[in-house]
């Protein structure tokens, strides 16, 4: 069964990276696979000081946890100063090859001003990094004020068309690439 | 006077990226330059989470404040997953353009492996986006283990000097881009 | 006085980005400095082959002493697949440290869809590497063909606001990078 | 049947970067699969110059070709100044989308001095760009002057081994994505 985790790199209580990942998330689970969200906002993670171990932070440890576990994983990150927010380079500072070495990821990216693609080319290298492999398929919601309604939901008939794309090709890919099946009921 | 603002984004006791800090400050006071070392490991600095004020933080608006009133910054980041830490990421993002633009900013990476150029090429983009100056002198320090004695001095000749063309470069341009004079100690 | 030479990395005959290049160095002239423009749908240069020297390509020659000459240049290119155009790197690759190394550069992208900023990056580090500057204020010209008009004039007031701040800056901190005055009339 | 054809962007006589095509074409036909070398320095190609077809220069039609059958593509290039050669940024203006999308890409690089990954990095954003998957697997040969004897033979165990992991990987993943099998005779 194809597991997928995915986080998003704000902490704004109404935050549209958290919205999208949300919006990606749903498509992700109608095609069958299980998808778990680690929301940054609820776990209490440590800035990385180079340790191996966290023991005041339990939630380093289960978020490792959850990432090991996974086959894949979806990140959303605002575009802060044309790169990935520190609160997610943290994260994944706090994980590494051993978490994301052969998963499959899906990455997307959402900025106040005009799209642009920084953060997602910033993301890739990193990813490869640590050995991920990351699919073609990317998104960037630009000026996300106006993409998003009052109640976090995604507007825009085309950014939705690509989540659908970018959902589509995340599970297939994790399903020929890491050789899991589907849930039951999907596949019917 | 050319005022210099030095950032490291490593919270290691012993961080080689301090210490790496460390030698260029000295070289550019040697020059005649002021420096003021913003050590992360003393500042109690939250994650970013969008907002403009952290009154719960006093150190986000000293770090500004240093930032703000200086012509230059050195930044050093250990290379993490082929790209800046999150932490010294996390650090930027708490300042912006009001506080960068304009400045002259020079780039130091520390990695455990070979050599690479990663995190130099992230930060570069990043400085660009928040309308910073970066001189072209930079420098990557590999196997950093051994770049360093046991007192964190660096031993490597052939860095060593990087880092005095690094200094010249940044305090000769940051005068030149600025229009700001030399301590008259040095001068003389 | 300062010298600039302008290079735009397509050779298609109604390219944009050649008349995103003379927009630029129209202003550029127009604040003093010297413009000169290397068309390379006008010089027969040849692939680089690690060579030093091309005989039978003596425009090699003459791109090389135009540069050489230089203060200051503007790159212009199409964003092809997500960075600059073969063409331009290309032209890069027949220059090197000798003829960049302390020039003050300044760069622009033309693409036909949405604007990005994945050509300037890769051009700001390229340049980065042969040791020139580069200015902070860079020209992204999204969907290229309603941005010009059928004459080659840019019509986007926003776009003509950023290629003057542009030209300003370029000549502004090429004086003060090199030292170099500006023509008497233009001073006047 | 996995069929992968080889591009490597330099054209000098004795290029490094056409040895180590050959190096790695071998481990992967060793493993079953079929490899052709579109060697650059035998191809006429002409500048890109936007235009869809080039009917003087028949050879654009003939690496188009290859490659639009292929499940996979070798790319190798020398790095120069920090991103790949204009030459071969020049053979992937002159093909696109309709090429490359979906297919599996593995990336190699040959420097002269120490070890990077600029040309990688830029590399693998760009066929992103035009759709294609990129194995996280990727090899740079730092110093290729004494990586290479003079026969054009790779002596560094260390990189033998990569280049083994890169070709079979590249096999590997490349059967899982696009559901190819490999020639009878190797899969016995």
Known sequence: MVKIVGIAGSLRPDSYSQYALQAAAER???LGAE????DLRQL???FCDGSDEYPDYPDVKRMRQSVLQADGVILVTPEYHGSLSGVLKNALDLMGFEHFSGKVTGLMSVLGGQSNSNALNDMRTILRWIHAWTIPEQVAIGQAWKAFDQDGNLQDENLLKRIDAFAQSLVEN???LRGVALQAAAVV
Chains 1, 2, 3, 4 share one sequence.
């Open 28 to 30: 992700v689970r109608a």
């Open 35 to 38: 998808v778990e969200i680690l």
């Open 44 to 46: 209490n993670l440590p």
């Open 174 to 176: 994790t399903q020929k």
